[in-house]
């Protein structure tokens, strides 16, 4: 994919088993044509704020931002924290996919502004269903302000 085109899904994932399984899951409901995968927390910011070699990136925010929360670099609680403490960036819909099911991660992503948590499951298929109805209501369905 090319850096200038419109992105409707930023999958920020430092796993690569987990993001080709996530590319996997939307692209079988054709939510993979616009989806960027970054690998950390950092490359997140950068792509959503065209810096670095995201620089010559149009302006554009994506309509759903899949952020795992354990990564290198800058981990996702952090990432979900800039986002959501930005008047230009608040409104883009963050959904944390993660593997973590601790209580406090779940709370502090909730209290920072999360619009939903899901817990990666463990089963291929589950997984799959998982993503691809996360895919399908963030990105088809619902609706945010301009």
């Not at 993001?19 to 993979?32: F, P, V, W, Y």
């Not at 819909?93 to 817990?119: F, H, K, M, R």
């Amino acid at each position: 994919m090319s850096n200038l085109e419109v992105v409707d899904i930023l999958l920020v994932e430092d796993s690569e088993a987990d993001a080709e399984m996530t590319i996997r899951a939307l692209s079988k409901h054709n939510l993979g044509n616009k989806l960027t995968w970054v690998r950390d927390g950092v490359e997140a910011i950068d792509f959503i704020y065209c810096r670095g070699s995201y620089s010559q990136r149009s302006n554009g925010h994506p309509k759903l931002i899949l952020l795992d929360i354990k990564m290198p670099k800058m981990g996702g609680i952090e990432v979900l924290q800039q986002l959501k403490s930005d008047e230009n960036t608040r409104k883009i819909p963050v959904v944390i996919l993660t593997s973590s099911a601790e209580g406090t991660d779940v709370t502090e992503a909730y209290q920072l502004g999360v619009n939903s948590y899901l817990v990666k499951p463990v089963g291929f298929d589950a997984f799959m269903t998982v993503v691809a109805q996360a895919g399908m209501y963030w990105t088809l369905m619902n609706k945010v302000p301009n």
